[in-house]
């Protein structure tokens, strides 16, 4: 099971990284986002992955009895979904503006190359 | 949008949400949920609320901008954080009250930082999204 | 005695607030700092004459071995001396040449950092202390040189003359640094007391190499001495102050103070007799070929530089008061002749030797002080240029060996050119008859002609009675540069002997070639047909490559294509990861644990296998959109495969929140268009998938490794026992770390205002286009 999870990683980063090299803006955008599950992903992975044991505390106990998913990786990925979810708002934002002043969602029409002598 | 089941659905769906957020809130320290899911939920249901009426009315419905909830979450998660420096404890340190109370459970200053984080998130979403649509019309 | 080397500093701080009141009003009043400081240095004359030198001391940065160390003995107090009287003088000076100047309060705001500097530079004891104020004074110096900052050869003089000087600086720094950490001091009077274990050690010859190179750069001794002419672009009064009198003597302060510490081997001595000797025939000569007076003055300068470097390579205890007097000589008539250059200059407007004459018609007592100061550095007895011409020859003959002929020919061809070269700035533009054009010339303002007649003055003065400033202050001076065993008193007359008739001879030679060579364009024209071989031509060259290399860097690294960018990025990190993952001996990856997929599983990797792909090749975006919410819930019910219900929650949430933002923003957007040929999406596709199969390779690395669990053990045993929560992933979140999401909270505030101020912003009219 882990090796599929390994190779769906493989391929969120892949496919953010050949977003990350279009010069559309929202692609670029799409990009940030499967790159960022393919972190998530990978760091669940780190803390390694256990089936039907979450990292709850049953009701009559005060410790766990049994074997518990990590809580850890857990709790990094929750905060980077929320993050996230910021950082996209923001992009968009940011995009959707620059669009209403260039008209263009082409990144190369951002660019105000710098004259020959410095 | 200009459909009757949907205005009807949501009219109910925006309590019952809402409740169901508070809920998520509240079972965080016990049971999956907790601030960061319970804040989304209740911004999905505003924005659903949005969507069916019109920004305008749900920001009339809401009485205040969302956008007072993020200082009010932040001064609440922050008094909660320095709360026990009153008493003498360091930073952060939980404190509970023995008992549980009805229907809220154990009531301690965590669950007030998790409070904070719930209205900032519900602050948050609902600034961006908002701002988002009226800027549209 | 923090506060007098502070003082400078304090003011020029004070000109930030208060400069505006100054320019209007009380220029003249910045005047008394120098002055006061002048009369409390003074007041050390006693103390210092007596031979005990003056320590303080003020803990700065203790831990590191930089303190506020001062040492007051006879060089530091010459330079003071030196700094503040010539200062005082400059600062009178200036009130009336750059009156009504926009940026006066600027001026003396740089001026006073500079003499602080400069007196903290020649007071310090403490090697690192010493080199933050030699660096200051390069600071002051450029900002001074490009005071004129709206011309720009005066801009890139003051570039020049950084680049330079700053480059010597660093190389001094680590020659200093070197030093304190060898000697295990940074205590110059303590390096002192041990020298022999710097002179003996390996790596005596690497500092003498670096400490050369500051002393050298800042003393504009040969090869690098084209940034001080280029200095000239700076108002007179600061040639005549920081390029002649003060700041590029700090090189050979260097030399001087560093003598005990340093001097003595042969690499020192010869090293600079050569230099030094290079550099004063080198630029005596140039100097007679200049048109313009302040690049007569600039070369005579440099070749008076030579001198002092070349006397303390003589290294004898003779030489080295010869050297103490010559700072003061020099510093005399250099300084008063500059400032009479610049009454000219100021008064008829050219600084052109070949058109000045009879000026003495019109200003008397300027041409009585350029006469003076002329006479002082040709070494007419009675003048103290005679006392120091005297003992430069003298220092020269007593040489061993063959040295004696050489050193002393080199010395004698060099006091003729530079007899010349003052002449020519002190004599020639009062000589004759006075032109038509310059009718109108009157007397300037006493504050402009008192201080170079003065200067001039206090020259014949100390040329008249030799032995008593030799005694208050030359001779303490020259104690501090080696131990004088017995002092002879400077005199006038030695007698008849082979020192006077060296001296007859420059006269005699001097004055007839000033009789007989006139000084013509045409000259000048001959001499920079030599430029392309000078070392400033190839400074310039090497200058100009480097800025082309940069522009071309520039263009290809910083092209403004982020994706070139990301490219360069992501094909090094694949690069860097792969030749770690080839050369890590012997990859196991150990595949016994893994457990079993299950049919969901497949199905979801499989949906969002789909999603992936029509995401990355669909040609609508809100198809690509939705493909990618796909991914995310995907992913969601990944999470609730493997035991994730909070991140399952959240993921689900947030995913259709960005769908309904990407709706809300893009629905009216246009269509993708199709920018990149297919090559270049075969090419990004292959360094994609290879960044994701090493990535992939990382991951079943990790999953073969032996995990650890100390902290989430403590997070899952101690969650109820401590925080009173069950579901740990939260108790983490809102209690054990609980700042982290504090701050989290705080940046999602901070994007939702980044995003209302974006769009409630309104448009000012320049920006939409």
Known sequence: MEILLVILMGLLYAAGIYMLFRRSMVKLLLGIMLLGNGANILIFLLGRITKGQPPVIDEAAKVFTDIYADPIPQALILTAIVIGFGIQSFAIVLLKRVYVLINSDDLDDLNTPEDEDI | MKSTILKTATSYLLPILLLFSVFILLRGHYHPGGGFVGGLIASIAFVLHGFTYGTENTLKLMRYHPAVLIPAGLALATLSMFAPVLLGLPVMTGLWIDEPIPVIGMVGSALFFDLGVYLVVIGVVLTILFTITQYNE | MLIAVLAGLIVSILFIPFGKFFRQQAAIAVSLLPISLFLYFLSYIPVIRSGLPVSFHYPWVPSMGINLDFHLDGLALLFSLLITGIGSLVFLYASSYLKGHPYLDRFYAYLSLFMASMLGLVLSDNILLLFIFWELTSISSFFLIGFNNDDPVSRKSALIALAVTGGGGLLLMAGLILMGHLSGSYSIQEMADNAERLKNHALYGLILLLVFAGAFTKSAQFPFHFWLPGA?????????????????????????????????????????????????????????????????????????????????????????????????????????????????????????????????HVMLPLAIGGLLAALSSAGLPLTFGFIGKDLIYEATLHSPGILRFVLTAVAVLTNIFLLYAGFLAGIKPFAGSLPQQFKGVHLPHGLLWIPPVLLSLLGVLFGCFPAWIGEVLLHPAAQSMTRLTTVAPLKIWHGFNLVLLLSGVTLALGALLYWVRKPSEQRLSALTRFNALSPEQLFRRLYRSIIKLSVWYTNTMHNGYLRVYLLRIVVFAILLLAFRLLTADGIVIDLGTVSPVSIYELVVGAILVGGLYLSVTTSSRLTAVAATSVVGYCICLMFVFYSAPDLAMTQFTIDTLTVVLFVLVLFRLPPFLNFANNSVKIRDGIIATLFGCIISLIGLLVLSEPIRTEVSNYYGDNAYVLAKGKNVVNVILVDFRGFDTMFEIVVLSIAAIGVYSLLKLRLRATEKE
């Open chain 3, 232 to 360: 000239m672009k700076a108002p007179t009064p600061i040639s005549a102050y920081l390029h002649s009198a003060t700041m590029v003597k700090a090189g050979v302060y260097l030399l001087a103070r560093f003598s005990p510490v340093l001097g003595g081997s042969d690499y020192w001595q010869y090293t600079l007799l050569i230099v030094g000797g290079v550099t004063m025939l080198y630029s005596a000569f140039h100097s007679i070929f200049r048109t313009d007076l302040k690049g007569i003055l600039a070369y005579s300068t440099i070749a008076a530089l030579g001198i002092l470097v070349f006397l303390i390579g003589i290294g004898t205890p003779e030489s080295l008061v010869a050297a103490s007097v010559f700072i003061l000589v020099h510093a005399l008539y250099k300084a008063s002749l500059f400032l009479t250059t610049g009454i000219i200059d100021h008064e008829t407007g050219t600084r052109d030797v070949t058109k000045l004459a009879g000026l003495r």
